[in-house]
């Protein structure tokens, strides 16, 4: 089976077309600014000093400026063009790390069923997830075919009810909100023919810089005229989820400061507070803590897989469920921060995993 990796890096093209990628010499810089020589950083990387400068040299050449310079008692310093490049590769991975792992995820999928002998794929639209992620990369590391395509969990739902899927993941919020969410997916499914298959609950919550240095305590914040906020995209079930919470706190969503920013994933949402381009963002916990960030629960959630109850017991569904309900697979899960598996595989009726309608 093949497997797929998408890197950002950046690029120095010079005005004579020549180009030079950053993705070596960045990590250099980053060993030279922790510890301070050039000489170190060499070895740390497993370069000849000669080789090391000679790729700073360069890079340096391209940009027209210094990346290193000399500092009495510190040696070996970043200069403020070598520290801007090291954040610009940090920004361009963080900003993009979740779409790219997406992306490989349905590259090497699509890939996979054409080199692979004919098979019968699981196919899932699902709201993007950690745990969604963990699924896909423990069905391909059982080789198991699967196609993902993530979605909006409304997308998703409506794409089951056409039959164009085998999976469809989205979540609902645990609480008062519930009804008012699980109404938005009960128009496409059907209790005689669907059923829910419990794949964790998870926390959401606010994303805030490390510290808080806005002294941010709940959602009543976002209406403070000194804060930014990035806001996931129209149709996300988070977006749903924080429009239902925000009005609960009295706070008009079109009110809140960048309200009309919006990010496609979790992990984009943390880049996004991470750089400073914004104070706030709202999303799952573990995309706070990879970006270091501060998390303020607001809500506990259940993420669902809707799927026909009569092709559980086929494959490939019956393989999907026997993953699910492996302890590995569950112990994949558990590392997640506010991550909780231990329900994971269970089937649930539809009425029960959706709960009362609010009609």
């Known amino acids: ?67 290193i310079a ?104 645990l609480g008062e909100f519930r009804a008012v969410c699980a109404d938005t997916y009960r128009r496409w499914l059907d209790p005689q023919r669907h059923v829910l298959v419990h794949l964790t609950r998870r926390k959401q919550g606010l994303f805030l810089g490390k510290g808080n240095p806005r002294g941010i305590v709940g959602l009543s914040d976002l209406a403070r005229d000194d804060i930014r906020f990035v806001n996931r995209q129209p149709g996300s079930g988070t977006r749903m989820l924080l429009d239902l919470a925000l009005r609960k706190v009295g706070v008009d969503p079109d009110r809140v400061n960048g309200y009309a920013s919006t990010e496609l994933t979790h992990s984009a949402i943390a880049a996004f507070v991470a750089s400073g381009m914004a104070d706030v963002g709202f999303g799952v916990e573990p995309a706070a803590h990879h970006f270091g960030l501060d998390f303020i629960p607001v809500v506990d959630e259940d993420y669902y897989f809707a799927c026909d109850r009569a092709r559980l017991e086929r494959a490939p569904l019956a393989a999907v469920i026997g993953l699910l309900r492996g302890s590995a697979f569950r112990e994949s899960v558990d590392q997640l921060e506010g991550y909780d598996p231990q329900d994971c595989g269970e089937v649930v009726d539809l009425e029960e995993g959706l709960g009362e309608t609010t009609a």
């Not at 790219?100 to 590259?107: I, N, Y």
């Not at 794929?121 to 198991?144: E, K, M, Q």
Request: with cysteine; charged share 25%; glycine share 8%.
């Open 70 to 173: 000399k500092e009495r008692g510190r040696g070996s310093v970043l200069s403020e063009l070598g520290q801007a490049v090291l954040r610009a590769q940090r920004l361009c991975g963080e900003r993009l790390d979740g779409n790219m792992q997406a992306l490989a995820s349905e590259v090497a999928s699509d890939l996979n069923r054409w080199l692979a002998p004919p098979a019968d794929d699981v196919r899932i639209f699902a709201s993007h997830g950690y745990a969604v992620a963990a699924l896909v990369t423990a069905l391909v590391a059982n080789d198991l075919p699967v196609d993902i395509k993530y979605r909006d969990s409304a997308d998703a739902v409506s794409a089951l009810a056409r039959g164009e899927c085998d999976l469809a993941g989205f979540h609902l919020p």
């Open 1 to 67: 089976m093949i497997r797929i990796e998408c890197q950002a890096q950046l690029v120095v093209k010079s005005p004579d077309g020549r180009e030079a990628s950053l993705s070596d010499v960045v990590p250099l810089l980053a060993l030279v600014d922790e510890s301070g020589s050039i000489a170190q950083a060499a070895t740390l990387k497993g370069l000849s000093y000669r080789h090391a400068w000679g790729l700073l040299r360069s890079i340096e050449e391209r940009l027209g400026g210094p990346l």
